[in-house]
């Protein structure tokens, strides 16, 4: 089989949430820990840590891997889902893993999993782990796929679990309120293991600190005594910080909401060091608390972890922006972004997918905009007439288009140098965007 024809093999015949929503999502943990006694446990074979929340799950793990990887140490780094490619969601070193190795484990292994009718996701942690333990990784920075509890990286016994943020989203799979998602994702509490929370409200605190004092399990909340205490946006989209130590330090991934997620990955240093897994030996100056590290990592977390689409520019005149922000929790932060633009004329390319709220996104998106509503490559997208319809009940303006290429060569058509652009609603509309631009 080629590379090409495994990766069709694994997103066609496998039970697949991302492409198939709901009849995609396989809950519980049997088949997972069948495959994991199969490899001979390979997650046992190196440090983890575990990052579960509704969003900033990406940018907090490629930041903290940046960090680690900065250190000296070898580093594995499981995120999902892809915007370009396989082989994006399972990196040593920033390294997306060999198409080869892919294909191979594949052929090898087939035989063995398909009586199990594992999912896609299962396949590919199983993958993950395998090829983390054969390439000797020390630490392995593992997002969660989807709520934390039955998810299928939770077979892992972390050195620290992290949990960014709650808001209302999966809510058929995960529960309708605040209160029962956050006790799914709570669920990647481990005993004695300490715990950061992101943000919490006060349901999701109530929550999260009871499951902490049931696993005996230190808990912090990072916005309790905030690390960050100031910030400003510089020329160029950098993000300038300064902090509760008087230490300063940038940050390229730009956009508000990368003031929480900065706050939640300093206060995971700070109980690494506590720890001693990051001591003196690791950091140049211990007294700072690792701040050139820091820097190094918050300034270059792209080039070294390839992270994309988050509030990511690819273009200067017009300024074109992407990012994969994709539920209310995050639009309200993309919407306030954007509508603080300086430019002549907003254009959003825009699309969603059908089990998101689509109502409450859509109330929150700039009034100020014109629109060009299309879908992403995928099953689950929602129709961009039906976008329209929507859009023209809260004010808003724009007309349709058959694929994301499509709209967003209308929108660069009708820009002036002046215009933003700005790419998003759906991680499949930012990922159709790039693999176009590739």
Sequence with gaps: MTYEEVTEYLFSQTANYESQGATGYKEGLETTMALDEHFGHPHKTFRSIHIAGTNGKGSVSHTIAAFLQICGYRVGLYTSPHLVDFSERIRVNGTPIPKDYVVNF????????????????????????????????????VEVGLGGRLDCTNIITPILSTITNISLD???????TLEQIAFEKGGIIKPGVPVI???????????????AKVAGAPITFAEDEPAIVE???????????????NVEFDGELSGTYQVKNANTIIKMLDSLMDSGYLSSSNIEDNMTK?????????????????????WQVVRKKPMVICDTGHNAGAWEYLSK????????????VFGMVEDKDIYSVMNMLPK??????????????????????????FGLKGECYPTVDKA????????TSEDVIFIGGSTYVVADFLKSRI
């Design 368 to 393: 100020n905009a014109t629109y060009y509503y299309t879908k992403g490559s995928t099953k689950r997208a929602f129709p961009e007439t039906s976008l329209k319809v929507f859009g023209e009940q």
């Design 231 to 245: 910030y400003k946006a510089l020329p160029g989209g950098i993000m300038h910080y300064k902090t509760n130590r």
């Design 337 to 348: 972004q954007l509508e603080e633009l300086p430019c002549h004329q907003l254009r959003i």
């Design 106 to 141: 594949v052929e090898s292994e087939k035989a063995f999993f398909e009586p199990l009718h594992p999912s896609f996701f299962e396949i590919t942690t199983a993958m993950a782990f395998k090829y983390f333990s054969d390439m000797n990784v020390d630490i392995a920075v």
């Design 197 to 211: 929370i992101g943000e919490a409200t006060p349901e999701t605190r109530k929550v999260f600190e009871e499951l």
């Design 170 to 176: 999966h809510t058929k799979l995960l529960g309708s």
């Design 290 to 310: 690792g701040v050139k590290e820091m820097n190094q990592a918050f300034m270059n977390v792209m080039s070294i972890t390839g992270l994309k689409g988050r």
């Design 408 to 415: 967003y060569e209308a929108a660069l058509q009708n820009a």
